[in-house]
T-cell receptor
Framework: SAVISQKPSRDICQRGTSLTIQCQVD?????MFWYRQQPGQSLTLIAT?????????ESGFVIDKFPISRPNLTFSTLTVSNMSPEDSSIYLC??????????????FGPGTRLTVT | GQNIDQPTEMTATEGAIVQINCTYQ??????LFWYQQHAGEAPTFLSY????GLEEKGRFSSFLSRSKGYSYLLLKELQMKDSASYLC?????????FGSGTKLNVKP
């Protein structure tokens, strides 16, 4: 398994500002992912973060709005830039743990609850 | 695009059996996962199917039919603590795509 921590656990921010969320894993992992979960909804993949390369963004998400860093195999950050109330959400990081050649599992961090006023 | 559908909400009685369905149409497929998520907490892994058929794990079972793009999660002997959201997710190319989730309410 993998134990994941995120900082901050929650924050209230003013529109127009930026917030950087940190994700720390207790073991080295190749792939890390960032998700957004808006109130009452499921998880939407924002981007995949691999160490040593640029993050890969899903449709509807761009690097200027959600820059990601992945400096090593145990750490990643997601920045929510120029925030608006629509960015209010829970942001979760997850890591892939490969169990076999047919089975890879994702473990999730506890999430960062962001409110933009 | 990815299209993964689940019922929004279900209610069942403690001790009963409930089946939560998931249908999917995705660009690719490596496997189908079920996660449980209690309010305010991160999702936790329940089960995984890569081949057609039934996977049993204690009180939880999951079924997959790849030809039909269909899966279900079966919860037996329901307990109050099973009240949570259940998320169906399709994985391919190392990415997970989630359905909207089914909120299960277990009543005494």
């Amino acid at each position: 398994s993998a134990v994941i921590s995120q900082k901050p656990s929650r924050d209230i921010c003013q529109r127009g500002t930026s917030l950087t969320i940190q994700c720390q894993v207790d073991s080295q992992v190749t792939m890390m992912f960032w998700y957004r979960q808006q109130p009452g909804q499921s998880l939407t993949l924002i981007a995949t973060a691999n160490q040593g390369s640029e993050a890969t963004y899903e449709s509807g998400f761009v690097i200027d709005k959600f820059p990601i860093s992945r400096p090593n195999l145990t750490f990643s950050t997601l920045t929510v830039s120029n925030m608006s109330p629509e960015d209010s959400s829970i942001y979760l990081c997850s890591v892939e743990v490969i169990r076999s050649n047919t089975f890879d599992e994702q473990y999730f961090g506890p999430g960062t609850r962001l409110t933009v006023t | 695009g990815q299209n993964i559908d689940q019922p929004t909400e279900m209610t069942a009685t403690e001790g009963a059996i409930v089946q939560i369905n998931c249908t999917y149409q995705t660009s690719g497929f490596n496997g189908l996962f079920w996660y449980q998520q209690h309010a305010g907490e991160a999702p936790t892994f329940l089960s995984y199917n890569v081949l057609d058929g039934l996977e049993e794990k204690g009180r939880f079972s999951s079924f997959l039919s790849r030809s039909k793009g269909y899966s279900y999660l079966l919860l037996k002997e329901l307990q109050m603590k099973d009240s949570a959201s259940y998320l169906c997710a399709v994985s391919y190319f190392n990415k997970f795509y989630f359905g909207s989730g089914t909120k299960l309410n277990v009543k005494p």
